[in-house]
């Protein structure tokens, strides 16, 4: 899903990892900075922002270092990004960005519409293989870049072991140690946790409705940026204030919710089926073909109905 892409060095909101603030998010993507050149074996972290919300994006971000880093890594601040203000978390980001020789950090967005699609398709993909698929994604393409991985810290949750045992098993070559809260115990996670969050915050903070688009280009279009949309939507988790009156007042009756929200979310389904208008699909294309295939007599009764509406009595036809 997406593409793998390096944005400019400086965005108009000053967050590398979004090329385009202007843009609407409808496709999942990869950011990765420029990659480090100190020498290695490295050490890298993984954590996730957004993972529980009703709203918006879930990005899993990586950061990386040299193993012989690892001292000055630790006096840099990093934590677990749930802990730190905005203000920090920024100034962290670009701490980050400030010694590219040494350090190195990736993110991995994906968009509220590819995440329900994928909840949604049958059979699904849920938010757990998501993850992980993410995850892995992140891991190789670091490789990718010709960085040598010692050692990998993943913030999860769930049955670690297993999981630890499932990416010891994908990377032989690597030394993995998934725990809950790793964020709070690694500061190379505690740094991933802010690439991740940083990037999630923006997004959601400077978020572009594509249904703000003209009619003709979307069911919800209300044309020139006059969305109906509710400005306040909170955190995003479905507990927030701010967001359940979002949920309440942005729902269209007919057409449902903007892409920005998680349609696959029970929070969502719930009020659908309870304030949405109720509708009811019926095939009419498939009945008529069935009809005409029974009633076909002569010349067009083995004859598909695409053949008859042509007038194509061969291959040669064509």
Known sequence: MGSSQEAPEETPLGIPSIADPSVPLTDSYTYHSPTPTEEGPYILGVDEAGRGPVLGPMVYGVA???VSYKEQLEQLGFADSKTLTAQVRASLLETLGSDPANLGWSVRVLSPKS???GMLRRP??????????????????????????AHVYVDALGKTTTYEAYLSALFPDIGFTVQAK??????????????????RDAWIEGWVYEED???????????GGEGKWVEK?????????????????SLEPTFGYPSFARFSWATIKVVLEKDAHPV??????QATMIHAFASATGRDKDRCMVTKDLHLTSVGTL
Do not use: M
């Not at 009811?280 to 294309?285: L, P, S």
């Open 213 to 223: 688009a003209p009619p003709l280009h979307h069911p919800l279009g209300f044309g």
């Open 182 to 199: 790793a964020d709070q115990t690694f500061k190379i996670v505690g740094a991933a946790s802010v690439a991740a969050k940083v990037t």
């Open 115 to 117: 995440i329900s699609a």
């Open 233 to 249: 939507t909170g955190s995003g988790y479905p507990s927030d204030p701010n967001t359940q009156a979002w949920i309440r007042n």
């Open 124 to 149: 699904p993909t849920n938010l757990n293989q998501q993850a992980q698929n993410a995850t892995v994604l992140l891991i190789r393409e670091v490789l990718a870049r010709g960085i040598q991985l």
């Open 64 to 66: 990386y270092c040299p």
């Open 280 to 285: 009811e699909w019926i095939d009419d294309g």
